[in-house]
C-alpha cells in the first residue's frame, strides 16, 4: 500500500524541504553526521555510502541511533537507553527511534532540535532533513562537552523561518 501524493500547501512545503536538504547536503553536513556516527561507533565509512537513501535506510530502524546515543550518554556519566536490536515491526522501529529522542534530551538535547519518528521512518527527503539537523545540533552539543570523536559540521542547522 502506497500513500497518497501530497498536493496544494502539502506538496508546497514538502518541495520547500526537499530544497532544504539539497542545499544541506552540497555543504557537507549529511556526510559530515554519517562520519561522525560512524567514528564514535568504531565502524568503517563504508558501512553506509554517503548518500540521502543509504544514510536513511542506515538509521531507519532506530538501533544505530541508540547505539550511538548510548555512546555519548555514557561519555556524560547518564544512564543509557533501552532498544530492540531485532527490529520485526514498524512498531519496535518507531519505539527505538522515540528512545533515541528521549536519550538526546537526556543529554542536554533541546526538544525544539528532536525530530518526529515519522521524519526518519517514511524515509522521504525532505522531513529527513529533521533528523539531519537533530544529529548536527547533537554533534555540536557533543563538541562542547569534549567528546571524544569530534563533530565536523559546522553550519547552523537549516530552519523553516517562512
Known amino acids: 500500500m502506497s500513500r497518497a501524493s501530497k498536493s496544494g500547501l502539502a ?3 514538502e518541495r520547500k524541504l526537499e530544497h532544504q536538504y539539497d542545499a ?6 549529511p556526510d559530515a553526521v554519517r562520519m561522525w556516527i560512524l ?3 568504531g ?3 563504508d558501512v553506509v555510502k554517503n548518500d540521502f537513501k543509504s544514510i536513511a535506510a542506515y538509521l531507519k530502524d532506530g538501533t ?3 547505539r550511538f546515543i548510548n555512546v555519548l550518554l555514557k561519555s556524560d556519566g547518564k544512564a543509557p537507553v533501552g532498544f530492540q536490536k531485532k527490529c520485526a515491526s514498524p512498531f519496535v522501529a518507531m519505539t527505538n527511534i522515540e528512545n533515541f529522542n528521549k536519550g538526546a534530551t537526556d543529554y542536554g538535547l533541546g526538544k525544539e532540535a528532536l525530530f518526529q519518528t515519522t521524519d526518519l521512518y517514511e524515509s522521504r527527503k525532505g522531513p529527513f532533513l529533521n533528523v539531519i539537523n537533530c544529529l548536527h545540533s547533537l554533534g555540536s552539543l557533543a563538541n562542547g562537552k569534549d567528546f571524544e ?3 565536523t ?6 530552519l523553516d523561518r517562512d
Request: hydrophobic share 35%; proline share 4%.
Open 11 to 13: 506538496a508546497d512545503i
Open 24 to 29: 544541506t547536503e552540497a555543504r557537507g553536513t
Open 39 to 41: 567514528a564514535t561507533l
Open 43 to 45: 565502524e568503517k565509512s
Open 64 to 66: 544505530v541511533l541508540c
Open 149 to 151: 570523536v569530534k563533530y
Open 153 to 158: 559540521g559546522v553550519d547552523e542547522p537549516t
